[in-house]
Each structure stands twice: as structure tokens, then as C-alpha cells.
T-cell receptor
């Protein structure tokens, strides 16, 4: 069965302390891996789509990378406003399947 | 067009009552999805429309749940005889392709 597993479940960092979030996936024939950001009480907000191993995408302090088995979301010198839940998802059939997310808290 | 709109934002209902949620997608998006999200979990797929046709329903969608998308525009999700386990955030998303989802802010349902 297709699965998306994210780790860690929660992460607390000091402002400026860089780190990475992990998303491992098992899906036959990857048709896209997605990263979303979700703030409390709101819907997920699209960040990146990755399609093939070796692909990288960047946006401000975030960089997403993809291998054949996992994806990483690297956060460089984070700020308190980067605090959110980060969701990883994969395309399967005509829909996307989400992991449980990583709750990121950046302390000032 | 300012994005995907969901109403109401919050709904508190007594167990056994029926509730209906509405989703207005981005106008040019022909695909519309409903997801459910509980605390500490990622969104779980419920159902999917392409235009007015409901193409897939999850096993999570029991007989008490029904979704419609008349004329391929807005969509409604109805839950009959609500149970406490139905308490969750119900998210709607729309897209042009299978991957460029735009989510609404969700409807938070509390069943008491």
C-alpha cells in the first residue's frame, strides 16, 4: 500500500538554527511529490512539486530535494514566522495522499 | 477570484443532526476534492469530482456522507445523523490538473 511517512513529528529550533524535515514514500510510479505548509486553523498552502530524483526547488529559506525513496525539506536560518506544520504528499491515481506532517516551532 | 471559499468556517451540531457544507472552487478549476483532517493527522481523501461527475469515493465516506457538484460549479458535502467521530476539519480543494491543488480554509465541525 502506498505510504507517506514524515519525521520528526515535531521539531523545535532556535531562530537561525538550520535543519531538515524528512518525507519517505512508497508509491509505484511516482507522479509527483508535494510539500505544503499549514498554519493553525487554515488549509494547506502549496510550496513545491518535485517529479524526479535529483530535482531541487527553492523558495526563500526553504529548499526541497528528492531521491528515489525520500524527500527533504531543508530550512536555512529559520525565523519565527516559519513556524507551521509542513505536509508532504504524493500523487496517486487522480488525487494526492498526505503524510501526517511535521510540526515546526521556531523560537525567537 | 480570491481562491477556494468554504462555508461555514465553523459548525457546532448535536449528535444525530444533519449538516451541510459548501465549497466554491476557483472558477476555471474543473477538479474538486474533499478531504477530512483530524488533530495531528494529515488530510485524508474523501471524494473527488471532475466537473459534475463524482469519480472516486474513499472507504472513509460512509453511507451517511453524500457529496454533490451540480453543474460542475460549487459542491456540497452533507453528513446525516452526525456522530462524535465526525468531528474534524473538512477541507475542499480545486485544481486544473491532478496536482496543482488550491485548498480552502476548511469547515471545522464539532459534534456534541
Amino acid at each position: 500500500e502506498d505510504q507517506v511517512t514524515q519525521s520528526p513529528e515535531a521539531l523545535r529550533l532556535q531562530e537561525g538554527e538550520s535543519s531538515s524535515l524528512n518525507c519517505s514514500y512508497t508509491v509505484s510510479g511516482l507522479r509527483g511529490l508535494f510539500w505544503y505548509r499549514q498554519d493553525p486553523g487554515k488549509g494547506p498552502e502549496f510550496l513545491f512539486t518535485l517529479y524526479s530524483a535529483g530535482e531541487e526547488k527553492e523558495k526563500e529559506r526553504l529548499k526541497a530535494t528528492l531521491t528515489k525513496k525520500e524527500s527533504f525539506l531543508h530550512i536555512t536560518a529559520p525565523k519565527p514566522e516559519d513556524s507551521a506544520t509542513y505536509l508532504c504528499a504524493v500523487a496517486r491515481d487522480d488525487k494526492i495522499i498526505f503524510g501526517k506532517g511535521t510540526r515546526l516551532h521556531i523560537l525567537p | 477570484d480570491t481562491g477556494v471559499s468554504q462555508n461555514p468556517r465553523h459548525k457546532i451540531t448535536k449528535r444525530g443532526q444533519n449538516v451541510t457544507f459548501r465549497c466554491d472552487p476557483i472558477s476555471e478549476h474543473n477538479r474538486l476534492y474533499w478531504y477530512r483532517q483530524t488533530l495531528g493527522q494529515g488530510p485524508e481523501f474523501l471524494t473527488y469530482f471532475q466537473n459534475e461527475a463524482q469519480l472516486e469515493k474513499s472507504r472513509l465516506l460512509s453511507d451517511r456522507f453524500s457529496a454533490e457538484r451540480p453543474k460542475g460549479s460549487f459542491s456540497t458535502l452533507e453528513i446525516q445523523r452526525t456522530e462524535q467521530g465526525d468531528s474534524a476539519m473538512y477541507l475542499c480543494a480545486s485544481s486544473v490538473t491532478e496536482s496543482d491543488y488550491t485548498f480552502g480554509s476548511g469547515t471545522r465541525l464539532t459534534v456534541v
